[in-house]
């Protein structure tokens, strides 16, 4: 059986990854700092499950990590931890420097030197994948080619410049100490378990309650929409195909302005919630813009298509709809999120043990 070291395993898009490693039957070593983004809530499924181990700590720690390396000697180590939010950065840049940056480097920097104790085979077969973002390669303006892995960096927000650092960070462990590194670029994830900082489901959360739908400037700026589900199983085929020292970008093929994002999700909940004081659209409202406000990300996936042969499954349109069900279905879920109440099975669960 396949053993992976993921960590950030219980955020939006790392949950996702877990469980469908999980149904691979991949053995899972989850490290997560469990910040305000990390949920149990969304491990729910694997309560029980022999073959998922959760470890509460951070990537930083290089004691813990070391310790992890050498107890369970994975396969593969596949690093979704990071503090992921761009307004965040632009209120708090220094965490996002001291996990993306400081901590990535100590988890690249423990992970080579257990890596260089393994046997040769075993050591050519290891992996270590790095989750990056298209925030990375900056802003496009309309009939802008997408962006490709040859497109320079050029982050614009503290969030994309922590990326980058990070992404430099792999390319040069790999070129300088040959550690089987893969990164991959990808664009605006959303599905069920998002947190909802996020555009999508801040805003059905929002109109739920019948608050204001914050939509930044005009909401003209464009996004690339990519499924979550879509985006785990890309990084999966990537482990399992990509070439070492390789990017890989994935995307949606799905750009939309924010206003029609935000209208679709409108009018989606017209339909499944309707309310009787009119449609949820009167909600919107727009508000000063987000400094430094990337106008349009867009991928170009031929990398990923061609070499390794994969496509999104998901369009927007049918995946926007499953989306709004699920956080219609999920009122717990929400409730916890919005109470609090898993910080509280957290401190529940983790007083007093080692
Ligand atoms: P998220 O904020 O939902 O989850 C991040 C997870 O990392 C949380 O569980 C958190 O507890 C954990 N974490 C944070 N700091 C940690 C630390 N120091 N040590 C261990 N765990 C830590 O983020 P997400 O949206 O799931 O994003 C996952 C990755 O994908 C990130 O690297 C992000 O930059 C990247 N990404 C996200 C998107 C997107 O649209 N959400 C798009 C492109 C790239
Ligand atoms: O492109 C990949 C990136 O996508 C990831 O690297 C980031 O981790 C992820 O957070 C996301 O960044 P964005 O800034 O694009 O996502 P966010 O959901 O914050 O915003 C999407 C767009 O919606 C963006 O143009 C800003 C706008 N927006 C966002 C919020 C939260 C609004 O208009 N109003 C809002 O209230």
Redesign the pocket.
């Known amino acids: 059986m396949m053993c992976q070291l993921v960590t950030g395993g219980a955020g939006f898009i790392g949950s996702c990854y877990v469980l469908q490693a999980r149904k691979r039957g991949v053995r899972v070593i989850n490290l997560d700092k469990l910040t305000y983004a990390g949920n149990m809530d969304n491990l729910d499924a694997l309560r029980g499950d022999g073959g998922h181990v959760f470890v509460c700590g951070d990537i930083g720690n290089a004691e813990l990590v070391a310790h992890l390396l050498d107890s369970y000697r994975p396969d593969a180590v596949v690093n979704f931890a990071a503090e992921?939010?761009?307004?965040r950065s632009i209120m708090d840049p220094e965490a996002f420097v001291r996990t993306n940056v400081l901590g990535t480097s100590t988890l690249l920097r423990v992970v080579k030197d257990w890596w260089h104790t393994l046997p040769p085979q075993t050591a050519a077969a290891f992996r270590f994948l790095h989750i990056s973002?298209?925030?990375v390669y900056g802003a496009l303006q309309p009939g802008d080619e997408p962006f490709a892995e040859t497109t320079p960096y050029s982050p614009n927000s503290p969030y994309s410049a922590s990326k980058a650092a990070a992404d430099h960070l792999v390319h040069a462990f790999h070129e300088t100490y040959g550690l089987p590194t893969l990164v991959t670029n990808c664009?605006?994830n959303y599905g069920p378990r998002q947190f909802p900082?996020?555009?999508i489901p801040?805003m059905i959360l929002n109109a739920l309650e019948q608050k204001a739908l914050?939509?930044?400037g005009k909401?003209a700026?464009i996004?690339d929409w990519l499924h979550v589900e879509d985006h785990c199983a890309a990084v999966a085929r990537v482990l399992e195909a990509g070439q070492p020292g390789r990017k890989y970008n994935i995307g949606g093929h799905a750009e939309r302005a924010?206003l029609d994002v935000v209208r679709a999700v409108c009018a989606i909940l017209d339909d499944m919630a309707p309310s009787s004081q009119g449609s949820y659209a009167r909600l919107i409202t727009f508000v000063a813009d987000?400094p430094g406000?990337d106008f349009r990300?867009a991928i170009d996936s031929t990398r990923i298509t061609e070499e390794l042969g994969w496509k999104p499954k998901h369009d927007l349109d049918s995946g926007l709809l499953e989306t709004v069900r699920w956080y219609l279905d999920n009122a717990a879920w929400v409730e916890h999120v919005r109470s609090g109440a898993y910080r509280q099975w957290l401190v529940r669960n983790y007083a007093g043990r080692a």
């Open positions: 992921s939010h761009v307004d973002t298209d925030e664009s605006n900082e996020k555009l801040l914050p939509v930044y909401g700026n996004r924010n987000r406000h990300y």
